[in-house]
């Protein structure tokens, strides 16, 4: 098939799994076209089948904000005729969908008809979505699309408890490749870190309020006071300059250290001994599967779809949001000696498994190709 798929470019989930699942889909045979305003920062190398069409946007002085929607619109329309696209697969609700949605009725006057799949991640729902600017235009956009998926069955619940609905919505969940996130020998690294066999603690994400950052500056100094421990923050944010405040007010920023943005986020996790994601919200948890990838336990909040990763008791420990004592006392629980540890590694890695990017691909091409028929036989019916 001919894959269209528009994504937010930048590091965040939506684009991260939208480019991955076109990479893997692109080594399957499938061709690939990638719709963005810039490269995608996980689309960093030469890949068979896939070709990236930038979204050029032109500054005039009528507008005192340039109409990027308007110009995702016409360059999907140009993709999609030039390249004979099969079908749309749009990340994010909005400006993706309602672009791709005005690209569908132009193509149409054209006498060409082209299905859309959106794909719903979170804070298009749960964040953009309920705000009043924004959320007739969501609905919408839902609506009037010919495919509907979400990463998960809480991501699902949300939007229908939102939303007026009146399509289905299939829950497709997010993925990992086990061939890029797995446990790495880095003993070398772990010793600079934690040079006296310290247990290592790590927290992922772009340090916004909602990451509950200041917990996990909590949780850890409850950790440290009862056991020798190091905590590595990865990413940065507008809650970076709290948290590092925070670390030096509670005395502990010699245990601390705040490595910025890394691409080889799965070689810093091959270090860690827990996880720690107290998010107030999180529609699945992605950087909590990727740790459990590299075999790394998560102790978390019960926010959202984490639940649907994270297995209690099993991976790791879930608490309420801001229960910090509780997740103190689980990280403990899980550090407390190298058998009980161990186990939760392997037990997180078993779970990983699940979610391998080769197990979900699949279910990618079969909605792609029920979507693709049943518009298909809805447009010969009307015709």
Do not use: W
Not at 157 to 169: E, G, H, N, R, Y
């Amino acid at each position: 098939m001919k894959i269209g798929i528009v994504c937010y470019p930048t590091y965040g989930g939506s684009g991260v799994v939208a480019t991955e699942l076109g990479k893997a889909l692109a080594m399957r045979g499938h061709q690939i076209h990638f719709i963005a305003y810039s490269q995608p920062a996980r689309l960093s190398h030469f890949v068979d089948n896939v070709y990236f069409h930038e979204v050029s946007l032109m500054n005039y002085p009528l507008f005192e904000f340039p109409p990027y929607e308007t110009a995702l619109t016409s360059k999907l329309v140009d993709v999609v005729k030039f390249h004979q696209l099969d079908v749309l697969h749009v990340h994010y609700a909005i400006p993706h969908a309602s672009a791709a949605y005005f690209a569908k009725q132009i193509l149409r006057e054209e006498g060409i008809y082209i299905p859309v799949v959106t794909t719903l991640h979170g804070t298009d729902i749960t964040l953009v979505g309920q705000d009043k600017t924004f959320k007739p235009v969501v609905a919408f956009s839902i609506n009037k699309s010919d495919g509907v998926t979400a990463v998960s069955e809480s991501l699902r619940q949300q939007t229908l408890d939102s939303f007026d609905v009146k399509v289905p919505i299939e829950v497709i969940p997010n993925f990992i490749d086990l061939s890029e996130f797995k446990k790495y020998n880095k003993d070398h690294f772990k010793k600079a870190i934690a040079p006296n066999n310290e247990r290592i603690l790590m927290h992922t994400s772009n340090f916004r309020k909602v990451k509950r950052i200041e917990d996990v500056v909590k949780i850890f100094d409850l950790v440290q006071q009862n056991i020798s421990a190091k905590l590595l923050f990865v990413g940065d944010g507008p809650e970076r300059k709290n948290a590092e405040e925070m670390c030096r007010d509670l005395e502990i920023g010699h245990n601390v250290r705040f490595l910025g943005k890394q691409d080889a986020i799965g070689e810093l996790l091959a270090i860690a001994d827990v996880f720690l994601m107290p998010s107030e919200s999180e529609s699945f948890g992605l950087a909590a599967l990727e740790a459990m990838a590299c075999e790394v336990p998560v102790v978390s909040s019960n926010a959202g779809g984490i639940p649907e990763v994270n297995l209690q008791g099993v991976t790791g420990f879930m608490s309420n949001v801001g229960d910090v004592q509780d997740m103190a006392r689980n990280a403990l629980y899980i550090l407390k000696d190298d058998e009980t540890l161990q186990q939760f590694r392997n037990n997180a890695l078993d779970q990983a498994r699940r979610f391998d990017i080769e197990n979900i691909l699949p279910l990618y091409e079969k909605y792609y190709q029920h979507i693709r028929d049943n518009y298909n036989s809805n447009l010969m019916y009307n015709i």
